[in-house]
């Protein structure tokens, strides 16, 4: 597998310029905001960021995004700081790159490529790396005519193409193959992963996915209320393998959660496609608990795009359950600002575990919400029957009486076969 992988960026560029930009159709400010996260992911690759410049751009330019004095312009401030690398915070087509690269004589990447490189750096297990991969090589299919330094030369003969066949043709036939072969390994990745999935539904325990910006405190969070021992790093994308732990609530009533991919403004399309397979479990879940740094000024931005990518999944008609993260750094003004946005949401510290009670008890209502109220009648020697209760479902009250235990709560329609023979009273 090593031998299409090895798509690690050059560590010879290390100098970078950025270049943002500000449009019509942008909010006032907007530009400036999307310029600093840029800066966030540029050092998150460990790049020297050597100037940055954000661009009123009224209309786009067909052949370089930019008009000719602003191109020229930019380019030479970039020389002038000794830039090896100049980054866009605006999504670049191949040719305006190639056009890019041949007036500076510099290597010229987007917010895209980017992201694709940091999720390259952040990729771990199989199935991460076969993503990352797979979105690498569609994003580098239609930029074929730039240097392709790490794929090998090595030529068959056969299926690689006759004496006629160009560079560029054999090129493109290598990474079309590789995209095939990397679908392929993923159907397979899938395929376990449904069965693991199927193995932890057999006994249908309530289920909820963690969503949310990208360093918002989601693998925290986890950790906070499951003791897990996720990573959880001060930096963007620490993490892309999804992680289910279980949460024991109160009653002993069991809920598996999982934390997911964070989100980012502007994250590639093609990156969202490729790791469906990951973010399958949002789409799986009986509910969403979306968390949000609180104390970051960009937290309605940040809002908005999570719940822009979950309708690009089909999964923003789920229940979700708003979660203010990092309270403890909070002002009262952004707490305040934070109410405001959403009244009905809750307010925590994975740091310092604040507010952790009540995010059990909310977490609690919405399984019970879903069940049906019924009243059932358990005779003592099936203590089998009184462990899926209280596995499944959630339990208000429980009384020992001579032909059993009387128990009043709310259980899943899935159990009703299971349980039908004990119910003494059904109703909503």
Not at 419 to 428: H, M, Q
């Amino acid at each position: 597998m090593a031998d299409f992988l090895e798509t690690k960026r050059s560590d010879q560029h290390n100098r970078a310029f950025l270049i943002g930009v500000q449009t019509p159709q942008m909010a006032p400010g907007e530009g400036a905001e999307l310029l600093n996260e840029l800066v966030e992911l540029v050092e998150n690759l460990s790049y020297e960021i050597v100037g940055q410049d954000l661009v009123n751009l009224r209309a786009h330019t067909a052949g370089t995004l930019l008009g000719t004095g602003k191109t020229d312009e930019l380019i030479a401030r970039a020389k002038e700081l000794g830039a090896e690398l100049i980054v866009f915070d605006e999504a670049l087509s191949p040719a305006q790159q190639r056009n890019w690269e041949e007036l500076s004589g510099l290597a010229v990447i987007d917010r895209q490529e980017v992201i694709l490189e940091i999720f390259a750096d952040r990729a771990h297990t199989r199935e991460a790396i076969l993503q990352v991969a797979l979105a690498r090589m569609e994003y580098s299919l239609p930029r074929l005519t730039r240097a392709w330094t790490h794929l090998s030369r090595q030529r068959g003969s056969g299926a690689m193409g006759g004496e006629g066949e160009t560079q560029l043709e054999q090129d493109r036939r290598i990474v079309r193959d590789r995209i095939a072969r990397l679908k392929r390994e993923l159907v397979e990745v899938r395929q376990q992963r449904c069965t693991q999935r199927s193995k932890r539904l057999r006994v249908p325990v309530p289920t909820a996915s963690i969503v949310g910006y990208t360093n918002a405190g989601k693998s925290s969070l986890l950790n906070s209320l499951t003791g897990a021992h996720v990573l959880a790093e001060d930096k963007l994308f620490a993490t892309l393998d999804p992680t289910t732990r279980q949460l024991i609530l109160r009653n002993n009533q069991k809920l598996l959660v999982t934390d997911t991919v964070g989100f980012i403004r502007r994250l590639p399309h093609g990156l969202v496609e490729a790791f469906k397979a990951t973010l399958e479990e949002v789409l799986v879940a009986d509910f969403l608990i979306h968390v949000l740094d609180v104390a970051n000024p960009n937290v309605e931005q940040h809002h908005a795009t999570t719940i822009e990518v979950l309708k690009e999944l089909g999964a923003d008609s789920k229940r979700i359950l708003t979660v203010f993260n990092k309270v403890d750094i909070a002002t009262p003004e952004q707490l305040s600002a934070a109410r405001r946005m959403a009244p009905d949401a809750v307010f925590v510290s994975a740091h310092t575990q604040t507010g952790l009670d009540l995010l059990h008890d909310r977490c609690v209502e919405l399984i019970a919400s879903e069940f049906d109220l019924t009243t059932l009648l358990v005779p003592h020697e099936r203590y089998d029957v009184i462990a899926r209760l209280h596995e499944t479902g959630h339990i208000h009250e429980q009384e020992h009486q001579e032909d059993g235990v009387l128990i009043h709560g709310r259980f899943p329609a899935s159990q009703a076969g299971f349980f039908a023979p004990f119910v003494l009273k059904k109703s909503r």
